[in-house]
């Protein structure tokens, strides 16, 4: 029968033990099929395939106007063609994501888990607070990575979807746009102008080019708007989650590293080293 100076340190040895094996063996094979996090890795492939889908609506109008005669809607096309960096660097952050989704729940629960219970151990055999703060700091930024990417698709799913609906127009929009400007460059009557063409087929008032600028230049603002609304659903809500998510499970775990004894002892020592030569001088003073 163990004595209550061992009882408890042994408890909590043995419960951080079947966590870490619990995480390791348990969690680890069971997360990924769940369908919360199948459902993220979907919605990530969704946002990807939408980027794609996008990049190639703006190539192929950039490719229609440039088509046209003479060079008077140039500069809109090159800015269509320009839209592409930011479709990058989006995409960039949405494999980032995917890998976070296949591999950051499993790196998480397989190492960052158990090696924060392995912490918590030497700190209860050691008995330093000061692993017992980096353990519960390794479990909170381990969750934290491997929960951010579900949540943010959940929240942005819920949250966003009449932007993400705004894009899928702009996109149609835009694939629509380049179709008709193609057809309007292969077919038609000869004998009708191309602004003619593109009157009848956008059903609208395109009597020259600046009317047809004028349409595109609404186009080129939609698309900016769609990208902004990418940028903050795909790159900035993660990032923004991850801090929340970690500021909560921070709370959560009451993390914090505490100040070490030495420094403390240090500190008293001086102060009542001071307050011995303090009262030295008072005494010396009355001795005067």
Not at 213 to 237: D, E, G, V, Y
Request: hydrophobic share 50%.
């Amino acid at each position: 029968m163990l004595s209550k100076k061992y009882a408890e340190p042994v408890r909590n040895i043995l419960i951080l033990v079947l966590i870490g094996v619990f995480s390791f063996f348990v969690v680890t094979s069971w997360l990924p099929d769940r369908g919360f996090i199948k459902d993220s890795l979907e919605s990530v492939e969704e946002s990807s395939n939408t980027v794609m889908k996008f990049s190639a609506a703006t190539l192929s109008t950039s490719l229609a106007i440039s088509a046209l005669p003479d060079d008077f809607a140039t500069p809109l096309a090159d800015s269509l063609a320009d839209m592409n960096i930011y479709f990058i660097a989006i995409l960039v952050m949405l494999h980032f994501e995917q890998l976070l989704i296949r591999y950051g729940v499993k790196l998480a629960f397989a190492i960052a888990i158990p090696a924060a219970c392995g912490i918590g151990i030497l700190s209860i055999l050691l008995k330093k607070d000061l692993l017992k703060g980096i353990a519960a700091r390794v479990a909170v930024l381990g969750l934290a990575v491997a929960l951010v990417v579900p949540c943010s698709t959940h929240i942005t799913n819920y949250v966003a979807a009449d932007l993400t609906a705004y894009v899928e127009n702009t996109i149609a929009d835009t694939e629509d746009g380049a179709d008709k400007l193609n057809e309007a460059m292969e077919g038609g009557a000869e004998e009708q102008t191309i602004f003619e063409k593109l009157s009848d087929l956008f059903q609208t008032a395109i009597n020259d080019m600046s009317n047809l600028m004028a349409h595109f230049q609404n186009t080129i603002r939609k698309c900016m708007n769609s990208i902004a609304i990418l940028i903050l659903t795909n790159c900035l809500m993660p990032i923004v989650n991850f801090f929340i998510l970690k500021w909560i499970l921070k709370e959560t775990f009451h993390v914090a590293i505490p100040m070490p004894q030495m420094r403390r002892k240090r500190h008293s020592d001086s102060d009542s080293g001071s307050g011995s030569s303090t009262s030295g001088s008072e005494l010396l003073v009355v001795g005067e």
